[in-house]
């Protein structure tokens, strides 16, 4: 069976110029990052997803972050692998918030990834969030919180997306 080709616009599907872009490093990455495109498309909101590595295309890099904003992008969710990873290197090109979602790793379970993007020097800030899964889906999440300051639309949503997390939550019987 052959892998899903990542790099691919949402934003196809309505007709708009994406928002949010979901990138990573490379191709494997994307077990874990679909989880936040999943999330993005719940919500309607117009995103890509790309394959763009900091270490392996570094010019691909640099013009995706110098250009994100001019091309209407407002918010970055980088998958971060590794003690190097391309949501540093996406913050250091553009002044969008850029989200780092660590990737679980071999040889050390994603802490090394954590802790790299958690410790970005002062002046070039990474929203960190969790390790894996729960780091895609919550990036999206932040995401969409983000656009939803200025789309009140978009804040309705987020608010009947907690309001039925909790239902779901008070419905629950032991």
């Known amino acids: 069976m052959a892998k899903k080709q990542v790099d691919k ?3 196809q599907d309505n007709a708009e110029s994406p928002l949010v872009a979901v990138i990573m490093g490379s191709q494997s990455d994307w077990d874990t990052m679909k989880h936040a495109e999943e999330t993005l498309a719940k919500f309607g909101v117009a995103h890509e997803c790309r394959v763009i590595s900091a270490h392996r ?18 918010v970055i969710i980088a998958a971060a692998g590794g003690a190097a990873h391309l949501a540093g290197v996406m913050a250091a090109h553009t002044t969008l ?9 071999e040889a050390l379970n994603g802490l090394d990834s954590l802790l790299a ?28 919180a983000i656009l939803a300051n200025s789309r009140p639309e978009l804040r309705k949503k987020l608010h009947e997306f907690r309001e039925a997390q909790e239902a779901k939550i008070r419905a629950t019987k032991l």
Do not use: C, D, H, Y
Request: aromatic letters at 4%; proline letters at 10%.
């Open 9 to 11: 616009n949402k934003s």
């Open 57 to 74: 295309s570094p010019g691909l890099a640099s013009e995706f972050g110098s250009t994100a904003e001019s091309r209407g992008l407002e």
């Open 97 to 105: 918030p850029v989200l780092g979602v660590p990737m679980r790793s």
């Open 117 to 144: 993007t958690v410790q970005m020097p002062g002046g070039i800030p990474v929203g960190t969030l969790a390790i894996g899964k729960p780091g895609a889906v919550n990036a999206a999440l932040f995401a969409v």
